[in-house]
């Protein structure tokens, strides 16, 4: 591929490099034109899935090169990238070392039309993609300093802010009778969009747990024991209070010590500070939490008023400190050099925690065993070159409830692919996203993660090597917390 104007093709005594240029900023038509072209004007093309991102790869020679790209017929250059001033106005520049230094691009491989992949442009605002997606030897390194600092200012504003100011103006909360069975909650949980629901007892007049889609699981797996296929019958003779006790049950064969703790209700009440409701979450390893009020002193006469999560505290965050990013050092630091997150290891790195990813044609079955097992709650669907396809979540299991599937399915003969073709449907009642598969690159800054994560719908960024989307590792909002906090 070569512009006209580069007569480099005719020597053949120089070594060319393919190089990939990209324009991530959208425009109806982008052009690069460089020192390499002649200043001529070479088309780009959009990056399929992707309409918003340009690119395109040019083989030029080593040396010093200077660009820009003509967006709509209007010249620009990109200012997250190198530049200077030169004949040509503001030009961005590219240095290629040597032949070796880099390796041939790699286009982006064809997303089967049934995936739910988001594909973020911001994950691939690069601008030459033609390295392996390591960090350089002189990327910046994170200072127990700057780290320091951030974690003190970050806590100091959590601590002055309360979950009264999570609760938005007007909400619709779903709280489900104990009493209630196990298949009638099921279906609720599926028709509202929502992965989880606190308990109320009416005996008790208090709230005594949650009922989350992990429950599900469970039950699924347990009745799978009885049979091959689940029964109607059998989740209606489940209330969700029997349902309680069979797994307190379950945990105390499961326990050497025949011991079983009941959890207690995770909740907060409204004048409690975000940092203490950040804590509460992470350290019961739940996904929401109950914001509670009772107007008597021994806290008679409940009231939910709202279920908070992580997302919201993130966006807390990120809209204290969005005009004053400089107050925390380490947001531009690149997620590949933090320690944080689950990351494919790579050859030569000690053993560590392995990334849990499966293939489309696994069982049902298989998943939610690893889901259970490997305690994560989601798990990256990849081909055989372990390239993102999709994601299967707790919160899928739900989609079974859909026409009463769930009473004729074997776990162990439905594979992935087909259970996530039933929750495709999106829950816009809620406004959660319908696109599962939100991405990042490792090169990415900590700030731009944050404010993906903050979205609504969003709990977890997949990384993945720009072209390929070849998984490289997934970073939740409990990775980010548990690294803010410290």
């Not at 709509?72 to 997250?80: A, F, K, L, V």
């Not at 969009?193 to 599900?216: H, N, T, Y």
């Not at 298989?366 to 994601?391: E, F, G, R, T, Y």
Request: net charge negative; hydrophobic share 40%; aromatic share 8%.
């Amino acid at each position: 591929m070569y512009p006209a104007g580069m007569d480099y093709a005719r020597d053949s005594g120089t070594a060319l490099i393919p190089t990939r240029f990209v324009w991530p900023y959208g425009g109806r038509s982008v052009c690069l034109s460089g020192t390499f072209t002649g200043w001529s004007q070479w088309p780009m093309t959009p990056v399929e899935g992707c309409p918003t991102v340009f690119q395109t790869i040019c083989s030029i020679p080593p040396g010093y090169h200077q660009y820009k790209f003509i967006v709509d017929g209007e010249w620009r250059h990109d200012e997250n990238q190198p530049f200077v001033s030169g004949s040509y106005g503001t030009v961005n520049t590219v240095l290629l070392a040597r032949e070796s230094d880099y390796l041939p691009a790699v286009l982006t491989p064809r997303i089967p039309p049934s995936s739910s992949m988001d594909v973020d442009s911001q994950a691939f605002q690069r601008l030459v993609r033609v390295s392996d997606g390591a960090l350089p030897d002189d990327a910046s390194r994170i200072s127990q300093t700057d780290l320091d600092i951030s974690r003190h200012r970050i806590s100091a504003v959590l601590s002055t802010h309360t979950a009264y100011e999570l609760l938005p103006g007007s909400s619709k909360v779903i709280a489900l009778d104990v009493d209630l069975p196990v298949k009638q909650a099921f279906h609720i949980l599926h028709e509202q969009g929502i992965p989880m629901a606190p308990l109320w007892d009416f005996s008790r007049a208090q709230f005594v747990g949650v009922l989350s889609a992990l429950d599900f699981i469970l039950i699924m797996r347990e009745l799978g024991n009885h049979g091959s296929n689940l029964t109607e019958e059998e989740l209606e003779t489940h209330t969700i209070s029997a349902w309680k006790e069979a797994k307190s049950y379950l945990s105390r064969q499961a326990n050497e010590h025949g011991k079983s703790v009941p959890r207690r209700l995770v909740w907060a009440g409204p004048d409690d500070n975000l940092k203490n409701v950040a804590l509460e979450i992470l350290q019961n390893g739940v996904a929401t939490i109950p914001i509670i009020h009772s107007p008597a002193q021994d806290g008679s006469y409940p009231q939910l008023l709202y279920l908070a999560s992580l997302s919201e505290i993130l966006k807390h965050i990120c809209r204290y400190f969005k005009h004053s990013p400089e107050s925390l050092p380490i947001l531009q630091l690149p997620i590949g050099a933090i320690p944080l997150g689950t990351w494919v290891p790579k050859i030569g790195e000690p053993n560590r925690q392995p990334l849990a990813m499966l293939r489309p044609t696994a069982s049902l079955n298989a998943a939610l065993d690893l889901l259970v097992q490997a305690q994560v709650s989601a798990i990256p669907i990849v081909d055989d070159n372990d390239s993102l396809l999709d994601i299967y979540s707790r919160s899928d299991i739900t989609a079974l409830a859909k026409d009463k599937i769930y009473t004729h399915i074997s776990l162990e003969e439905m594979s992935i692919h087909q259970a996530l073709q039933l929750a495709e449907e999106p829950y816009a009642s809620y406004g959660l996203s319908s696109q599962k598969c939100h991405m990042c690159l490792r090169s990415d800054p900590l700030h731009e993660v944050m404010e993906r994560l903050s979205r609504p719908g969003v709990r977890r960024l997949l990384v993945v090597e720009a072209g390929s989307k070849r998984v490289e590792g997934i970073i939740s909002l409990s990775d980010i917390f548990k690294f803010l906090l410290g």
